[in-house]
């Protein structure tokens, strides 16, 4: 019955907190069984440290096992709300990435792997080697980890790394991603990449010349609207910025200057 087991099914038993019996061991307990008088006997290994970690036991094994289960319903509200924490003020692309390395690791963690680098975000779960039972424990997993409730039929509804990173990102990412706060996230990484910098003068025009394109654009997007009541005139008269390519805003910065 066991002769097809995988390392890996070895691996997600005992994790569940059954240790594989050795032959020698199942024939022990069969015999122990055999001189029992008790109506049922259950030959199994448990490892109690095991289950524990798991939260809340089953109802089977309440008996045996104590956990302290305010504290671990606590420590899975941290664990949710520091992963909801760092995708706070990402972009999309950015918040995907960290989802993804997320799921990679949950998925070689499952599966035995050493790393989850190696997981093909395109590759189909079955493909990869899941089957119902592993299923179950990924979504359980990432249940833990993002603090929201994931079908049993998870890997069967998105049935790729790509298409269940898409899922979970668009449940747990903020609804501001690309609000206000989002943008000055960003600005605030950009003003750290100027720190230690070494740029040549040609670059350092550049980009000096695409931070006045934003900022005039910023100004325009005040003037047209954003800051009601503002009174002061636009010294670049009739200039439409919503409208102007960055190749015509970059035209009138060099008129303004005196560049062209």
Same mark, same amino acid.
């Not at 307990?29 to 490892?47: E, K």
């Given at each position: 019955m066991t002769g097809t087991l995988t390392d890996a099914d070895r691996q997600r038993i005992a994790r569940q907190g059954m240790p594989?019996?050795?032959?020698?061991?199942?024939?022990? #307990?069969?015999?122990?069984?055999?001189? &029992?008088?008790?109506?049922?006997?259950?030959?199994?290994?448990? *490892?109690? !440290? /095991?289950?524990?970690a798991q939260g809340e036991p089953q109802? #089977?094994?309440?008996?045996?096992?104590? &956990?302290?289960?305010?504290?671990?319903?606590?420590?899975?509200? *941290?664990? !949710? /709300?520091?992963?909801?924490?760092?995708?706070?003020?990402l972009s999309v692309a950015e918040g995907r990435e960290v989802v993804l390395d997320a799921v990679r690791a949950q998925v070689a963690a499952v599966l035995g792997h050493t790393g989850g680098t190696e997981i093909d975000q395109d590759r189909a779960f079955l493909d990869l080697g899941f089957d119902s039972l592993t299923a179950v424990e990924l979504r359980n997993r990432l249940s833990d980890l993002t603090g929201i409730r994931l079908p049993a039929t998870l890997l069967f509804d998105h049935p790729t790394p790509a298409e269940l990173v898409d899922h979970v990102h668009a449940r747990i990412a903020?609804?501001?991603?690309?609000?206000?706060?989002?943008?000055?996230?960003?600005?605030?990484?950009?003003?750290?990449?100027?720190?230690?910098l070494d740029v040549t003068a040609e670059v350092h025009k550049q980009i000096a010349g695409r931070?006045?394109?934003?900022?005039?654009?910023?100004?325009?997007l005040r003037d047209s609207g954003g800051a009601a009541g503002h009174e002061e005139s636009s010294p670049d008269g009739d200039f439409d910025f919503e409208s102007a390519s960055d190749d015509e805003v970059f035209d009138l910065l060099d008129n303004e200057l005196g560049l062209s």
């Open positions: 594989p019996l050795s032959a020698e061991q199942g024939v022990a #307990l069969f015999d122990a069984a055999l001189g &029992t008088t008790q109506p049922m006997a259950l030959p199994v290994r448990l *490892d109690l !440290a /095991a289950l524990r109802p #089977l094994l309440r008996g045996l096992i104590r &956990t302290p289960g305010r504290r671990t319903a606590a420590a899975d509200g *941290d664990s !949710a /709300a520091a992963f909801a924490r760092r995708l706070a003020g903020p609804e501001s991603s690309s609000g206000p706060e989002a943008l000055l996230g960003e600005l605030m990484r950009l003003e750290k990449t100027f720190g230690g931070l006045e394109v934003l900022t005039a654009k910023w100004d325009a």
